[in-house]
Structure formats: C-alpha cells, structure tokens
C-alpha cells in the first residue's frame, strides 16, 4: 500500500485533470486520505453540467455514503466544485460512495427533472504515509529528515537500491543518511517490514575531499603521514577510497584507505619506495570529487624531472584495508598503476 499526498489545491486540479469520462457527475476526491485525530474527510465532486439547460437555483450535489445520503456544499476551490465532509467511525478504515446531482430544465416549456449518478467509489484511510523528504538533494553523509507517519523503529531509507543509515525518532519522524553514491538522481523508497512505499527522489551531490598536506615531498628511507577527511561523517558501513599513483615504484602506502561509520577522516602512512620520482596520487570515492596530490620522492641529489601518465580511478569496493607488500624495482618506464601493487605498511 502506498500514498502519495498532495496539497489539497493541487490535489484536485491532479484529479479534475485526469478525469477524462463522459459521466458530468466527476469524483475529485482522491482515493487516499492520512489518518487524521478527528477522524473527519472531505469528499469533492465537480458538477459538469451545462448551466444553460439547469433551472436557475435548482441543481443540488449529493454524496450517497454507506447507505445514507447527504447534501453537498458548494465548494470555495472553483465553480462546479462541491464538498462535503464525512466523519469516519472509529472502527472503520475505508467507506464507499456515489454522487448524484439533481436539477431542474425547461424543455418545450415543460419542466423535467434530472437524476444523474456516477460511479461507486471508496474512500481508503492510511495511517502509514510520508508527507515530505525535507531536502530534495545533498552529499555523501548528509543527514536528510522525513516527516510521516507510522514509521517504526526497524525501517529504513533506500536510496538507489541501496540501504541507508537510518534513525527512526518517532511515528512521524525519522533521518536517513545519504550513502555513497556517484552524483545523480535516485529514487527513494521507505521499506517497513515486507512493505515498500516509494516516498520521491533525491539528487546526490559530488562532495570535495580535503587532503592533508596537500602536497608530499620524501627522500628515499623516509615517511609521512597523510589525512583523508570529509566534509560529513561517514555513514554506516564506511567509505572505501581508492588510491592510485602515476609513480608505483616511488610510493609505498595502502592501495584502500576506510573511514569508518561515524568519522569524517582517516589518515594513513605514505613511506618513500625503491626509487625517486614525481607524480601524483589519484583518490576517489563514488559521490566525491577526485582529488590530485602531488608527490616528489627524490634521492637528494637534485630536483627530479618525470612526466606522470594520467591515471584513471578504477570502480571503488568497500572492502577491508589490504595488507601492504612491496613490489620489486620497475625495470621499465613507470606507467600508470593502483598504488596496490607497490603498497607497504
């Protein structure tokens, strides 16, 4: 079972839009309504009948609801348009109904009257819906509110197939936070048990990394440290970074680095290889921009001269961090590898 809600305005020009019949007694009303305390449903119905032909003063609207009849208003969303609200029992969720409307013509200067009937329908209460994601975009990490009703403490978010870090606060609230994903537009969906309610759409957004230092230079024997942060705290199950070099026999450091769930940052040992060399590391993860770091490894005898192939980030996995092994000196001209297969501890 799902909802979808709209303001009450929009709602009806969706339903006089979509109701093409040739009946000119049209139900408005949509067929789901959210529960509410009182208990109390409006029923719209637009009166497509030619006022020319109508007696003037004559055309009354009725709504027929389990049985018992009762007179509409005229309705103060547009002409044609009347309402009524039904008061639903305590124990009962849904409740059938038809419209008539009645009305008096002059034809050949006689008088006739008119009954004209439209279909049976029923009006079904839901008290599970979602109202509205209150932002409709955000990065990796973002925290996003969703006001409803009927959540329960083991539902949760998916955004694009995939499940989300969610946090339920009560029957009507609950967060999801935005998984890593590359930048687009995904559908969302609210899975509750063995139901799913599709609930919209959000847009992912790419998220600048911050690397510190933003720049490395080593000798040949020495090391550093190097911090990886987000701009928002990792979501549950991490974030998985895939590091790359153009310069693999230089650089020795993990091929993977995780932040956990939680953290915003990781930082992680970059030590110097077998040989010297200047290049770059290449770090990427689905939803963030990449980010280039320079590096200069050099044996201390001068400024080092190497044009680094650009590199391209292979499909990142989130996996446990490898344990680092050092590859043997290239004997070739270096070209473009994931740090994997030089890294070290």
């Known amino acids: ?11 009806l020009a969706l339903a006089i839009a979509l109701s093409g019949c040739n009946n000119p007694v049209v139900n408005v009303t949509l067929p789901q309504a959210a529960e509410n305390q009182s208990r109390i449903y409006t029923l719209f119905m637009n ?11 004559t055309l009354h609207a009725y709504v027929t609801i389990e049985g018992q009849e009762h007179e509409m208003a005229p309705s103060p ?10 008061a639903m029992p305590s124990d009962r969720a849904q409740a059938k109904y038809f419209f008539t409307v009645r009305y008096d013509e002059t034809v050949n ?3 006739k009257h008119r009954d004209i009937e439209s279909d049976l329908f029923t009006l079904n209460i839901v008290n599970r819906y979602v109202l509205q994601i209150e932002n409709a975009r955000g990065p990796v990490g973002a925290v996003v509110p969703v006001v409803g009703n009927g959540f329960s403490p083991v539902d949760f978010v998916v955004i694009g197939g995939v499940a989300t870090s969610t946090k339920v606060a009560s029957p009507n609230a609950m967060t999801f936070a ?43 024997g020495d090391s550093t440290t190097l911090t990886i942060a987000m701009s928002e705290p990792a979501p549950d199950g991490g974030v998985t970074f895939k590091v790359l070099t153009d310069i693999p ?49 050099s044996d201390g005898s001068g400024p080092q001269v190497v044009t680094p192939v650009p590199v391209e980030a292979a499909p990142t996995q989130v996996t446990p961090l490898p344990s680092p092994v050092i590859a043997p000196p290239a004997t070739t001209t270096p070209k473009d590898l994931p740090a994997a297969a030089v890294r070290g501890s």
Do not use: C
Request: hydrophobic share 40%; glycine share 8%.
């Open 109 to 111: 200067e006689l008088v």
């Open 77 to 86: 969303y547009g002409d044609g348009i009347y309402q009524y609200d039904y």
């Open 1 to 11: 079972m799902k909802a979808k809600l709209f303001p009450l305005t929009a709602a």
């Open 178 to 220: 935005v998984p890593p994903l590359p930048e687009g537009d995904y559908p969302v969906e609210w899975h509750s048990g063995t139901d799913v309610f599709p609930i919209g759409a959000f847009h992912v957004d790419p998220s600048a990394l911050t690397v510190t230092p933003a720049s490395v230079d080593l000798l040949l």
């Open 249 to 297: 026999t230089s650089v020795v450091m993990p091929a993977e680095v995780f932040i956990p769930s939680g953290q915003e940052s990781a930082t992680v040992k970059v030590a110097s290889g077998t040989t010297a060399g200047v290049g770059s590391l290449h770090i990427s993860a689905p939803g963030f921009i990449r980010s280039e770091v320079p590096i200069n490894v």
């Open 47 to 57: 009166a497509r009948v030619n006022e020319h032909v109508v007696n003037d003063g």
